[in-house]
């Protein structure tokens, strides 16, 4: 049966043709029949029966896509997360110490500069470790370590010792100069025997200047740790009881560090409160007594006291 006007108008309608009422059938099917024609021939150059183009590698394709896509889109979730978490607040330093630290932080004034006989008691009470902490000083000093004139150095006897058991080690030609001079190792060739070993069983070595050609060879061992024999430090004498009698009593050195400043230990927290005075004073008048003559005006810059592991207490410079 023919296809009536009608029919073709509304089957050309469903192609999405639009058609003029006034065209001819003979019009209208011949633009059904084009139109069907291209659609066929554009589907088969979309798709092919194998290979890359065929419909099923199509859907895989599309597969992977949207699979890689989902992971980069985890990815981006998990850095994002990461990045939240790594985040953290800034703290300060003090924030950063311990909650005794903090406690004993809070007792001291910090816009106050104390008073020698102030101070000493402040640190004392503000020390909070369990053991004998030492109480040191810290002077910072308007030098330029970098200048051999400006280089501080010196050592000294503090008048009530340094509060530490020391182990003095002599090294002498002759065994009975070693054994009358009350030093604790005296044995030479066993010195020399453990620093060939890199054992060091001492705090002090005073040596014979005699005898300095044996232990120049382990200045790498000894220098770093402030042990080598040195005549400014009195660690390199004629007078061998001597030398170990005054570090028995407590003989330092000090030495200013590259920033210029003297940090000595000059007692510890269990000693009375005139000993660390007397201490404390030696030391401010032995390192005036080695003021560089390239310094003029203001040689100490600023003075504080602490205690093993404890804050600082600002010292009035003027009470020393």
Known sequence: MALTKADLIKQASELGIEVDPKLKISDITKLIHETTSQNKLSQ????????????????????????ELKKQQNTDLEQLDKSKKTIKTHRSRLEKRSKAYQKSYQIIDRSKKYDLSEAI????????????????????????????DQNVRDSIVLPHGSGKNLT??????EESIAKSSGADIINTEQILSNLDKGIINFNVLIAHPSQMAKISKYARILGPRG???NPKSGTVSTNINKAVAEAKAGRVEYRVDSNG?????????????NQLKDNIEAVYTSINANKPTAIK???????????SMGPSVPLD???L
């Not at 890359?52 to 896509?65: D, G, N, P």
């Not at 400043?261 to 409160?273: E, P, S």
């Not at 005006?297 to 205690?307: C, M």
């Open 44 to 67: 088969r150059s979309l798709t092919a029966k194998s290979g890359k183009r065929s419909a099923k590698a199509i859907l895989q394709t599309a597969e992977k896509i949207t699979k």
């Open 121 to 148: 008691k402040l640190a004392k009470n503000s020390s909070f470790v369990k053991f004998n902490a030492s109480v040191e000083l810290h002077l910072n000093l308007a030098v330029d370590p970098r200048k051999a």
């Open 168 to 173: 003095v080690a002599v090294i002498v030609e």
């Open 227 to 229: 042990l080598m024999p």
């Open 261 to 273: 400043i003297v940090h000595l230990a000059v007692g510890k927290i269990n000693f009375a409160d």
């Open 297 to 307: 005006g203001s040689y100490v810059k600023s003075a504080h006291l602490s205690t």
């Open 317 to 319: 410079i003027n009470s």
